[in-house]
């Protein structure tokens, strides 16, 4: 691939239409000011890391306490070595993901969003783990799939989905729009009915608190990453899993090292506190 200023540019990634394996509509999106906003469900549809380098931001809204996840397939004739991160209203790193379990693509599974407010998704390619551009070294296309399973259940607003909630929902069980019994608090995918839909929906959260922000990188949980969680990351740099050093909070990657990668992730929350949101 290479610049053609004498070729038409649709992506503005300097390489001219004729010569561009990727050309993406969504570019220039390379950080937050700039991210390409999207309604969830969502699936990218000719989208790449046009070079080297490059990096792609999405932002959605959520509400405080749903549920994200996130499948993501590299084209299989390209090299695209990606990672994933997903930031949340603060812009504070909160879910990272490299290969997992041997595939060589990230992927991010029942992910909390605590704070309701809009949050944002990167795409990468290594070694660029603070997704701030111009580190990684492999392009290529990709197909993304963003699901959100918003918070439900919590019909008397404490913060929880307990046995009183289910009561709620019991009395509204089998009712549609229209009946005396119909509680529209209860038919959470808002179709007129209150069925086995919304009952699925309410056993994901059964039994559970509405979360609270954290923010990775606050090891103390003082609610911000500062020079005393720099101490005790310092004291397990370098350690593998089995040494008496090594600490799994400081493992974000979960790779059994902490490391360099470990160290990037920690920088980019550094001098951050945990998200309050709207």
């Known amino acids: 691939n290479v610049s053609n200023p004498g070729q038409e ?5 300097g390489i001219g239409d004729a010569c561009d394996p990727c050309n993406d509509s969504f ?9 390409q906003e999207i309604s969830v469900p969502y699936l990218s549809e000719g989208t790449c890391i046009d070079a080297p380098g490059d990096v792609d931001y999405y932002k959605f809204h959520a509400a405080g306490g749903s549920i994200l996840n996130i499948s993501f397939s590299h084209a299989e004739n390209e090299e695209l070595d990606a990672v994933l991160g997903v930031f949340d209203p603060c812009h504070n ?7 997992t379990d041997g595939n060589p693509d990230p992927l991010i599974y029942n992910a909390v969003l605590a704070v309701t407010g809009d949050y944002y998704v990167a795409v990468s390619s290594a070694p660029d783990y603070s997704f701030s551009g111009g580190r990684g070294l492999s392009s290529g296309s990709y197909t993304m799939n963003i699901e959100i399973i ?10 929880d989905v307990d046995g009183e909630d289910l009561s709620s929902f019991a009395r509204a069980f089998g009712s549609s729009s229209g009946d005396t019994n119909y509680n529209q608090d209860c038919d959470f995918n808002k179709d007129g009915a209150v069925n086995n839909e919304d ?3 309410l056993a994901i959260f059964f039994a559970t608190d509405k979360p609270e922000a954290a923010l990775p990188g606050d090891f103390d949980t003082d609610s911000d990453a500062d020079g005393m969680d720099l101490i005790g990351f310092v004291n397990a740099y370098g350690h593998f899993s089995g040494d008496a050093e090594y600490r799994s909070i400081y493992d974000f990657d979960k790779d059994g090292v902490i ?4 160290l990037a992730l920690f920088g980019r929350n550094f ?4 998200c309050v949101g709207d």
């Open 9 to 13: 540019d649709t992506d503005g990634d």
């Open 27 to 35: 570019e220039p999106n390379n950080d937050f000011s700039s991210a």
């Open 93 to 99: 790193l909160i879910y990272f993901s490299d290969n």
């Open 150 to 159: 918003p918070f439900a259940g919590d019909l008397d607003n404490d913060d």
């Open 199 to 201: 009952l699925s929906m």
């Open 259 to 262: 490391g360099e990668k470990d």
């Open 271 to 274: 001098g951050g506190s945990a």
